[in-house]
């Protein structure tokens, strides 16, 4: 049984720092693209960043330039450096994968931005 696990959230004040990371475990032959992705109340869930196997990266607008999102391919790890934090990326935020060809979501972690 493939897992997603995420870890990092929390609450932060405007301005500051946070950063998820998300491993991947069970059976593993392959991982493709992993990604965060981020969902606020009463909307729906958006990309925030993707990264590919061959390390290419896709960033929504509204965190380019804020946020970094890496992989470790050696560990089955994707992480998602977060600056300039603002209230608006208040949302959960979900791991993603596409591992041995399907689709895997992890369980969420809260990131709450607040003075």
């Known amino acids: 049984q493939v897992q997603l696990v995420e870890s990092g959230g929390g609450l932060v004040q405007p301005g500051g720092s946070l950063r998820l990371s998300c491993a991947a475990s069970?059976?593993?032959?392959?991982?493709?693209?992993m990604g965060w992705y981020r969902q606020a109340p009463g909307k729906q869930r958006d990309l925030v960043a993707v990264?590919?196997?061959?390390?290419?990266?896709n960033y929504a607008d509204s965190v380019k330039g804020r946020f970094t999102i890496s992989r470790d391919n050696a560990k089955n790890t994707v992480s998602l450096q977060m600056n300039s934090l603002k209230p608006d990326d208040t949302a959960v935020y979900f791991c993603g994968a596409r591992i041995n060809f399907r689709d895997y979501w992890g369980q969420g972690t809260q990131v709450t931005v607040s003075s």
């Open positions: 069970g059976v593993i032959f392959s991982i493709n693209t």
């Open positions: 990264i590919t196997s061959g390390d290419t990266t």
